[in-house]
Nanobody, 118 residues
Framework: QVQLVESGGGLVQSGGSLRLSCAASGISFNGYAMSWYRQSPGKGRELVAAFTNTVGSTNYADAVKGRFTISKDNAKTSVYLQMNNLKPEDTAVYYC???????????WGQGTRVTVSS
């Protein structure tokens, strides 16, 4: 059974930092492109940060470039999102996402809520 379990969300003041974690199980971790999405109230789900290939290239949404960093630990089958200098517009539910490099397998976590107060 595939599980993506996020943690680390919470309430933080503007300018603060949070580190989100996503623990993956039930998948061959190295065979998946891991990424983070977010969804704010009234908006669609948007890509925040992603590993795009097997050598670790990354891609970031323009709104978070220079503030957020995606990383992963293959031994722990986990992916992280370090979020610095948070802004109220970063308030959203953040989702961990796994897409297989080969085939069409996609998995989502249940989400973790981040609230940034001004």
């Amino acid at each position: 059974q595939v599980q993506l379990v996020e943690s680390g969300g919470g309430l933080v003041q503007s300018g603060g930092s949070l580190r989100l974690s996503c623990a993956a199980s039930g998948i061959s971790f190295n065979g998946y492109a891991m990424s983070w999405y977010r969804q704010s109230p009234g908006k669609g789900r948007e890509l925040v940060a992603a590993f795009t290939n097997t050598v670790g290239s990354t891609n970031y949404a323009d709104a978070v470039k220079g503030r957020f960093t995606i990383s992963k630990d293959n031994a722990k089958t986990s992916v992280y999102l370090q979020m610095n200098n948070l802004k109220p517009e970063d308030t959203a539910v953040y989702y961990c996402h796994a897409r297989s490099y080969y085939g069409s397998y996609v998995h989502w976590g249940q989400g973790t809520r981040v609230t940034v107060s001004s």
